[in-house]
Each structure stands twice: as structure tokens, then as C-alpha cells.
């Protein structure tokens, strides 16, 4: 039998021999004399240990400390507000928060790409196969398209432009030149049924639509004002030094949304996170991504990655290469392109490493073709162990392997994790690590207090990524922005808890339906909003179940 005695100034435990008939019970001793009490936990030996004992009495103890205090109000206050953490646990979390906040960024995106275009104008920033431009090249391109915008389709700061062009260098010229125009860049799937298409550019109210000839005749039926990218950049002279001067004094600053990304809504209609200027800089200001990287653009427009690889490598001053049309599902391809133009940098969903993984296990040929990729930027999805030992062998040695977290909503990720080769048999599962530089994580119960350090909670976060709202959608905002501590952080839905040997953390999975495929966000809810909308004499219960 343990035995602890606690009082509002000492906790002090022993082991006795005395049987008892309860496993656990507490006697409450009040001593009028001095208007002190104690209290004494009893406990099987066999059932608790001295540590969980010894907390148990620290937390009842921080807990009476806060309902006897002054403070408190015992008529209003509301009893869940009381925190159990100890101090070593508050400590814990002020760690795993302890990065320095990134100051605010002076820069816009467009700003940043054109001051690296300036400073190396010969160096290539973007590669397709055989056709490529250096990033004087893209500058001019990309400011001949802002122009027209501006001066052709009426487009001013703030208004939002769908482009809705496949993977091609004219995509690339299609969202910078929005962006320098001082529009709102919005990705619209060319490969979409013309139904989603036609909501999102509502959903919008989208000022144009960007296409070039290979989608242009998918969205023509559209009755909205339509640019062709291909015509335009054909049709245009080089900018002169007035017309690129009244370009740079367009009235964009950091506060400015960049860009809007579709995200999946429980109603049937998507969200449409709104990213600042200074949410995308900010994110990038703690990213691995390098000056000298080589990087793969791999995600498609439905899916933020894309921004991450596309605008991150041309702010970063880095070497964008691109696939042909439906190339990253080719992996002969991809890793012969890997391979030919020596890509370092890659940002894979782990189903998509489980695929290449096989392939490159299956063919010996192309055994080598991935060994100089430096770093592998993994996110979007649970990444298993068993996932990083099949695609091990075809590494090199000294790549790092990182496994990062973040919905759309915090631009990009907020967290990631080194995969440490000597742990792979030990756990299942890879954790998610911590805060990136300029984040914060907090792990809250269905109150919105803090989680004891161990137990499960959901993912709440805070810092430079945290999106502007959601467009048009006021009421759903309110529902996933909440204060703490005078900064606006993001309810993800999402669970995770905090391992306390390694200070890491650890995804548990939704408190929701929500699921992903391929990395991205889908509710349940949509697809049965979706399915009811063309079978309506199915009732909710049977779309749910078709559904799962």
C-alpha cells in the first residue's frame, strides 16, 4: 500500500504493508485550529506506482492552490478552467515552443522572386524536359502577363484570378504573373468536371480566368472573362522602363492576400483558405529548401504543395523542374528526370514513396537514379516506418528524410520530423516533431485547456502561418480562430499527443470524419452533399454508407 500526504505546502509519500479494501481512496483531514486541511491518498501497490502516485498528489495540490485562490471566481469561473499540469510539464510545452518569432516580412512574393531574377538573371529557374528560362527570362514573361491584367482585363489589387492551366512553364508564368499584378491567385484543376470548375469561380466572384490551348476550350462555356497565357506572352512586347517602374508601384504590401487554396467542405461547397503575403514569406524564412536546390515540382494545382515547390523555389532563388502532363505517376520518368537534371530537393506524399518504393524494387535499372536528392520533404499524409525501409536502399546515405505537418490553413506546414534511421524498427508510425521556427503547437482538451504532457489532444497552432480566413465564409472562420494569448491560432480538428521521453510529437488521427487521399483534405459530408445532389431519394444514412 502507498501513501501520500498532501497539504498546501509539502507532498511527502511511503510505501506501508497496511491491507486495505479499496485499490484507491483519499481521506480529507480539516484542522480548525489554523483553517489548514491535508489530504491522504491510499493506494494497491500493485495497481499504482510511486511516480503516478506522486503526480496524483502534485496535481491535486496545484489544483486546490487554484480554486482557494483569490482569484478565483467560485460563483462564475468555470471549474474546467483549473489547469492539472505541473511545472516541469509547463515547462515542457514553453520548450518544444521556444523558437524565436520570425520578424514581420517587409517582402511580398513577387517582390522577392524579382529581386532574385535581378540579382541572377542567367541562372535557369524553371525546366520542362527540353524547354527552360533563366529567371531574366521568367521576369519578363511573368511581367508581360501582370500588365495585361492590369491594363487589359481591369484586374486591381485584391481581386481574385482562377487559373485553370496544367503543368506546363506557362502555369509557373500564370501564378507569379497574378500575384505581381496584385491579384489574388486561385488554383482551378483543368482536369475537374466543368461543375466543380464553374463553383469555384463562382464561389470567387473571380475577376478573370487564366487558360492557355490546351485548356482554354474546357472552360470557354464559362460567362466570365477569359485570358489565354499563350496568346497573351505572344502577342506582347518586353515592358518598357515606365511600364515596369508603374508595375513596381502597384499597391501591394505583406498584409495583401497572395493566394486562395481549395480545401474541403462539410456542406458540399470547399473552402477557400485565404493566405497573406506574409504567411508564405514568413513560412518560408524556416524552410530547409535551399539558393542551390534543384527541385521537383511533383503536386498537382489541386493540392497547396504546389505553391510550396513552385513559389518557395523561385523566392528562394532555387532551380524549379517540372513533369510533362500526368509525368508523376510515370516513375520511369520521374526518376529518369531526377536523375538527368540532378534534382536535390522533392516533396512527396508517403503513398506516392510507397509507389516509387516498389517500382524502384522491382527495377534494378533505375536503382541509382534518386542517390543525389539531398532531402526529401514528406507530408500531407501518416508516414509509416514500413514505408521508409522499402525506399531506404535507393537513397543516399547522408539524404535527410523529413516528415512534416500543417493544413492549408497554416500555410504549408507547421512542424516536421527528422527520420532517424536507427529508430525505424522500434515504431510504426514516424512522429511529426516540432514547431518550425516561427510556430507555436498547443495540444487542448474539449475545453480549450492544455493536455497533460502523454495525453491525447487536439492540435491547436499559432504564429506566421496562420491563414486570413476563410472567403466569404465569416461564420466557418469564427468556428477555427480562437485567441491565445493575444494571437490568433488555428483549431485543426486534428489529435496528436505529446511524447515525454523524446519531447516529439506524435499524430493520433481526427476528431472528426475527415479523411485524405493522396494528401489531400476530403470530408465525408462533401461527397454524400455531392452524391444527394444527383440521387435524392437516397436518404443521408445510405449516402454515408456508400460513401465508407
Same mark, same amino acid.
Not at 482536369?191 to 487564366?210: G, S
Not at 487558360?211 to 477569359?226: D, E, F, G, K
Not at 518560408?284 to 493540392?303: C, E, G, N, T
Not at 520533404?377 to 535527410?400: A, M
Given at each position: ?74 460563483? =462564475?469561473? &468555470?471549474?474546467?478552467? !483549473?489547469? #492539472? %499540469?505541473?511545472?516541469?510539464? @509547463? ?5 518544444? +515552443? ?92 483543368? =482536369?475537374? &468536371?466543368?461543375?466543380? !470548375?464553374? #463553383? %469555384?469561380?463562382?464561389?470567387? @466572384? ?5 487558360? +492557355? ?100 523555389? #523561385? ?234
Amino acid at each position: 500500500m502507498h501513501q501520500l500526504v498532501a497539504s498546501s505546502h509539502l507532498t511527502h509519500i511511503r510505501a506501508d504493508k497496511k491491507e486495505h479494501n479499496f485499490n484507491f481512496f483519499t481521506k480529507v483531514q480539516y484542522y480548525p485550529d489554523n483553517s489548514t486541511f491535508s489530504v491522504t491518498i491510499e493506494c494497491t501497490a500493485d495497481l499504482f506506482n510511486l511516480a503516478t502516485v506522486q503526480a496524483l498528489g502534485e496535481r491535486f495540490q496545484i489544483l486546490c492552490q487554484q480554486l482557494f485562490c483569490s482569484s478565483f471566481d467560485h460563483n =462564475n469561473q &468555470p471549474i474546467y478552467e !483549473l489547469s #492539472l %499540469l505541473l511545472p516541469s510539464e @509547463r515547462h515542457i510545452m514553453q520548450i518544444m +515552443n521556444n523558437c524565436h518569432m520570425i520578424p514581420n516580412e517587409t517582402d511580398c512574393i513577387h517582390q522577392m522572386f524579382a529581386q532574385k531574377a535581378t540579382m541572377h538573371p542567367s541562372k535557369l529557374a524553371v525546366t520542362l524536359d527540353e524547354q527552360c528560362l533563366t529567371y531574366g527570362q521568367l521576369l519578363t514573361r511573368v511581367q508581360q502577363l501582370a500588365w495585361h491584367l492590369i491594363n487589359e482585363k481591369d484586374v486591381h489589387p485584391g481581386d481574385i484570378v482562377c487559373q485553370c492551366v496544367d503543368r506546363s512553364i506557362e502555369m509557373v508564368v500564370g501564378i507569379m504573373g497574378i500575384v505581381m499584378s496584385g491579384a489574388v491567385y486561385a488554383p482551378i484543376n483543368p =482536369n475537374d &468536371p466543368f461543375d466543380r !470548375l464553374e #463553383l %469555384l469561380v463562382r464561389q470567387t @466572384r473571380a475577376k478573370v480566368v487564366l487558360t +492557355n490551348c490546351m485548356s482554354h476550350a474546357h472552360v470557354s462555356r464559362l460567362n466570365l472573362s477569359i485570358a489565354n497565357i499563350s496568346e497573351i506572352l505572344t502577342s506582347h512586347n518586353v515592358l518598357s522602363d515606365a511600364e515596369m517602374t508603374k508595375l513596381s508601384e502597384v499597391a501591394v504590401t505583406p498584409e495583401c492576400i497572395s493566394h486562395i487554396v481549395f480545401t474541403s467542405g462539410s456542406t458540399g461547397i470547399p473552402k477557400a483558405v485565404q493566405i497573406r503575403h506574409r504567411n508564405f514569406m514568413g513560412y518560408m524564412q524556416a524552410h530547409v529548401m535551399r539558393v542551390d536546390d534543384i527541385v521537383l515540382q511533383l503536386a498537382s494545382s489541386s493540392f497547396d504543395v504546389h505553391l510550396d515547390e513552385i513559389l518557395g523555389a #523561385l523566392v528562394r532563388g532555387a532551380h524549379l523542374v517540372l513533369l510533362k502532363i500526368g509525368g508523376h505517376l510515370d516513375f520511369d520518368y520521374v526518376t529518369k528526370t531526377i536523375n538527368q537534371h540532378k534534382v536535390t530537393f522533392v516533396a512527396p506524399v508517403p503513398s506516392w514513396i510507397n509507389a516509387l518504393g516498389k517500382f524502384l524494387s522491382e527495377n534494378r535499372f533505375a536503382h541509382d537514379r534518386i542517390r543525389q536528392v539531398r532531402l526529401w520533404y514528406l507530408g500531407g499524409e501518416q508516414l509509416l516506418s514500413s514505408t521508409v525501409r522499402q525506399f531506404l536502399p535507393f537513397v543516399n546515405e547522408q539524404c535527410r528524410i523529413l516528415n512534416s505537418y500543417g493544413p492549408a490553413e497554416i500555410t504549408e506546414a507547421a512542424t516536421f520530423y527528422e527520420v532517424r534511421r536507427d529508430e525505424l524498427s522500434t515504431i510504426t508510425s514516424q512522429p511529426i516533431g516540432r514547431p518550425m521556427v516561427g510556430y507555436r503547437i498547443y495540444l487542448l482538451d474539449e475545453y480549450r485547456q492544455p493536455v497533460i504532457p502523454g495525453q491525447q489532444g487536439e492540435i491547436v497552432i499559432g504564429g506566421v502561418g496562420v491563414f486570413a480566413g476563410y472567403y466569404g465564409r465569416a461564420d466557418l472562420t469564427s468556428q477555427v480562430l480562437i485567441d491565445i494569448d493575444d494571437e490568433q491560432c488555428y483549431i485543426t480538428g486534428d489529435l496528436a499527443r505529446l511524447d515525454v521521453r523524446s519531447e516529439e510529437l506524435v499524430f493520433m488521427g481526427r476528431r472528426d470524419f475527415q479523411v485524405k487521399l493522396r494528401g489531400q483534405r476530403i470530408e465525408i459530408s462533401e461527397v454524400a452533399a455531392g452524391v444527394k445532389s444527383k440521387l435524392s431519394s437516397l436518404n443521408h444514412r445510405q449516402i454515408l454508407l456508400v460513401v465508407l
